[in-house]
Nanobody
Framework: QVQLVESGGGLVQPGGSLRLSCAAS????????MGWYRQPPGKERELVAA???????NYADSVKGRFTISRDNAKKTVSLQMNSLKPEDTAVYYC?????????????????WGQGTLVTVSS
């Protein structure tokens, strides 16, 4: 069974910083795209940042220049460094990963979600 566990959420003042981490566990052969999504109160889930297996990154326009996504394939982790946080960044943040596993001897691709971690930006 493959699981993603996020950590690092919490309450921070506007202008502050937080670092989210996501650790994967299970029989994962390889990682493809990994990313962070968020769901603000009363709104739909949206992509924040993604990092491809080769290291290329994509960011939502609203976080460009403030957030940085990184990954460590050996440690099976993906992180999101969030700087200059704004109240509108308040949301539940979810880790997402597209992984390759072997189940019953058969390789297959799987999309996995973490349980979410709350980030609150408020004075």
């Amino acid at each position: 069974q493959v699981q993603l566990v996020e950590s690092g959420g919490g309450l921070v003042q506007p202008g502050g910083s937080l670092r989210l981490s996501c650790a994967a566990s299970g029989s994962i052969v390889s990682f493809n795209t990994m990313g962070w999504y968020r769901q603000p109160p009363g709104k739909e889930r949206e992509l924040v940042a993604a990092i491809l297996s080769g290291g290329s990154t994509n960011y939502a326009d609203s976080v460009k220049g403030r957030f940085t996504i990184s990954r460590d394939n050996a440690k099976k982790t993906v992180s999101l460094q969030m700087n200059s946080l704004k109240p509108e960044d308040t949301a539940v943040y979810y880790c997402n990963a597209h992984v390759r596993i072997v189940a019953s001897g058969v390789p297959r691709n799987l999309e996995v979600w973490g349980q979410g971690t709350l980030v609150t930006v408020s004075s």
